[in-house]
């Protein structure tokens, strides 16, 4: 069974300037997971998707990021503009969680996207 | 709200040494608590999950946990640590009645030294 990909796996850029993120599933999974890892702490959840809808976006910070998941497939998580802080690994997790809730699907977490900031 | 509090930031052991990693959480609500390990450019990988029932939880690699509901937490076990278990180790929680994400803790560096 093939695992959660992300691309790309590493990404530099500039203060202000934008970047994307992209991500595939587990086939079959219908919850899609934005985690972020800052240096030293574990992931954050910035958003969910329970296949298109979005579960979960409280922790997003919407001024600068965006995310969607066309079809309820892949996924994509975009940052403009960027800032210095947004510095981190993005990670992508998906489970095949059919409600939203009460939920014993495990997780399965993708590479991650470095992000850094200059 | 729900936190994880890892204990110990960092653990260095030998290797054929025994160790335990610690996590304590702060919901009295029911929750699922999961040990994940991180190694080195890679992403997470669940280790063990305790979702219900025996409260001593056996994993890949030799690792177990056991909850204690009493004092909220979910340590990390293994008998013989190897080399190879160095890594980084995330204790998470998922609190039923706030969904299904995962809130993690800062993380436990073990380094496994001969």
């Known amino acids: 069974e093939a695992g959660v990909a992300q691309s790309p796996r590493y990404k530099i850029i500039e203060k202000r300037q934008s970047v994307a993120f992209w991500c595939n599933p587990i086939?079959?999974?219908?919850?899609l997971y934005w985690y972020q890892q800052i240096l030293g702490q574990g992931p954050k959840l910035l958003i969910q998707f329970q296949n298109n809808g979005v579960v979960d976006d409280s922790q997003l910070p919407k001024d600068r990021f965006s995310a969607e998941r066309l079809k309820g497939v892949d996924s994509t998580l975009k940052i403009q503009p960027a800032k210095l802080e947004d510095s981190a690994v993005y990670l992508c997790?998906?489970?095949?969680?059919?409600?939203?809730?009460?939920?014993?699907?495990?997780?399965?977490f993708g590479p991650g996207t470095r992000l850094t900031v200059l | 709200a729900q936190s994880v509090t890892q204990l110990d930031s960092q653990v260095p052991v030998f290797e054929e040494a025994p160790v335990e990693l610690r996590c304590n959480y702060s919901s009295s609500v029911s929750v699922y608590l999961f040990w994940y390990v991180q190694y080195p450019n890679q992403g997470l990988q669940l280790l063990l999950k305790?979702?219900?029932?025996?409260?001593l939880v056996k994993g890949i690699n030799g690792f177990e946990a056991e909850f204690n509901k009493s004092q909220t937490s979910f340590h990390l076990r293994k008998p013989s640590v190897h080399i190879s278990d160095t890594a980084e180790y995330f204790c998470a929680v998922s609190d039923l009645q706030a969904g299904t994400a995962l809130i993690f803790g800062k993380g436990t560096t073990l380094s496994v030294s001969s």
């Open positions: 997790a998906s489970s095949l969680v059919r409600s939203a809730f009460l939920s014993t699907d495990t997780q399965y």
């Open positions: 305790y979702l219900s029932g025996s409260t």
């Open positions: 086939s079959g999974h219908a919850t």
